[in-house]
């Protein structure tokens, strides 16, 4: 593959600074060439293994050669005819296949966006009209979008809230279940009926929104009977149970989605990321009486559901099967588990290793104690590993969490090698 040899990365950072709003954030002083499956090639001609893929949205791999070609076989039909103007068969058979693929035996529908917080606005405004109540409970260290009531959503402050008020009213917060940092099942639960009685009543609660596992926040799993127990409280009160599986879907856990481990139905699942293998399109599925509430012209976007959005997601849909995609993340789960608890013996930084199937991710502290999370170390293992040619990216409500989000479709060698290079690069920042 060519490259501009005038091209390094610290020239495009200058060009950077100097053109692009500061509060774009980058991980990496590192410009992208060109990228394959896991692995990816910057300006300078250097190679990295990737394990953040691109956070969450490549499962099937850099440039999958099927996602490639459904989308170029896409590229010389139509491009764009708005689904709301001229509809496309793709998006069709795109909803029949993911709504096949949800949890629930009841009817179930649709509808495409392009971003994950858009789908999760949708997923809001069509719980709102459903029930005819306004109120919503998201939870502590949830990162839902960066949209108005996404951030609203979102139980993190800094940099995703700040100073980007007023936002919408009706949303309230509980404390997600954390047994490393102290709050059980039974004191979040508590919080919710503490909300109930002091801030909402139940009766004027649309939604309860979570993730199965919190992404940015730090990769903590749901306990499986903690979202049962929210299932009987929306089923007790009429509530709309909303699962964000932006980043958890589309296979990261293991299974299709998350909310499958725990055995709980959900009433409307968002989707975004993985979906679509690098391509920008984005899912709201549910229950099909919820899904209609709105009227016709209530929902929708110019380009919400592209058709090449929907091609790129038919054919991921197609490599899981082909490939038995699920079967291999779990399998990688395993590897990545057990290198990391390999690590973690040789490392007192590791607190604690966990996650869910290939969703894994270590968590650093001091001397090994929760209440001292250490950013610094997170931040110095990142930019050591980067160095050394991995691609680590951190996340949790207190910098200090490692999350991997390698894709599924990595050989063994090379989640080996990247684990090698997290060892060294731990060897020399500790
Ligand atoms: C769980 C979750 N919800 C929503 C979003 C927002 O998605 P997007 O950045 O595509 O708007 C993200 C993005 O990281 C996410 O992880």
């Known amino acids: 593959m060519k490259r501009d040899a005038n091209l390094t990365n610290a020239g ?51 440039c999958h050669p099927k996602v490639l070609a459904a989308v170029s076989a896409q590229l010389q039909r139509y491009t764009h005819t ?33 971003t994950g917080a ?31 009531m996404a951030m609203a959503l979102t139980g993190k402050v800094a940099p995703y809230k700040s100073g980007f008020g007023p936002f919408p009213s009706g949303i309230f917060h509980a404390p997600f279940p954390n047994a490393l940092h102290g709050v059980s099942v039974d004191d979040s639960l508590h919080a919710i009926e503490h909300l109930f009685k002091c801030d909402i009543g139940p009766e004027d609660v649309a939604a309860i929104i979570i993730e199965p596992v919190q992404g940015e926040g730090g990769f903590y799993v749901a306990p499986f009977d903690f979202l049962r127990s929210l299932r009987a409280l929306c089923d007790r009160h009429g509530i ?9 879907g589309a296979g990261r856990t293991g299974t ?23 391509f920008p399109i984005s899912a709201v599925i549910g229950r099909a009486d919820i899904m209609d509430a709105p009227a016709p012209g209530g929902l929708g976007g110019t380009y919400a559901g592209s058709p090449l959005g929907c091609a790129a997601a038919l054919a991921v849909l197609d490599v899981f099967d082909e490939e038995q995609l699920l079967e291999r993340g779990r399998h990688l789960g395993e590897r990545l588990q057990l290198g990391l608890r390999q690590l973690a013996a040789r490392h007192r930084s590791i607190g604690e290793v966990r996650g869910l199937g290939p969703m894994v991710a270590i968590e650093l502290l001091v001397d090994g104690r929760p209440e001292k999370p250490d950013a610094d170390l997170t931040k110095r293992l990142c930019a050591e590993a980067l160095r050394r040619g991995l691609i680590l990216l951190s996340c949790g409500v207190y910098a200090n969490v490692i999350r991997i989000l390698v894709p599924l479709t990595v050989s063994d060698e090379i989640v080996d090698e990247g684990l090698r290079i997290l060892g060294d690069s731990l060897a020399a920042t500790t």
């Not at 394959?36 to 300006?43: A, I, L, T, Y």
């Not at 993911?98 to 392009?114: C, I, Q, R, T, Y």
């Not at 999760?120 to 306004?134: F, L, P, W, Y």
């Not at 989605?257 to 690098?278: C, F, N, Q, R, Y």
Request: with cysteine; aromatic share 8%.
């Open 240 to 248: 709309v149970l909303i699962v964000d599986e932006i980043q958890t």
């Open 118 to 148: 858009e789908a999760v606005e949708n997923a809001i405004k069509i719980a709102r009209v459903h029930t005819r109540r306004s109120g919503v409970i998201a939870f502590g260290g949830s990162f839902h979008g960066r949209t108005n």
């Open 82 to 114: 708005c689904f709301q103007l001229l509809a496309y068969e793709p998006y069709v058979e795109l909803a029949e296949r993911l709504s096949h693929k949800v949890p629930g035996d009841f009817e179930k529908k649709a509808m495409f966006l392009s």
């Open 12 to 62: 495009l950072m200058a060009r950077r600074k100097a053109a692009i709003a500061r509060g774009v954030g980058q991980v990496h002083e590192v410009f992208v060439d060109h990228a394959r499956n896991s692995e990816v090639w910057d300006v300078e001609g250097r190679r990295y293994i990737d394990f953040a893929g691109g956070i969450a949205v490549v499962n099937t791999g850099h």
């Open 256 to 278: 299709w989605l998350a909310i499958e481990h725990a055995g709980v139905v959900p009433d409307i699942v968002t989707m975004a990321k993985s979906m679509a293998g690098g």
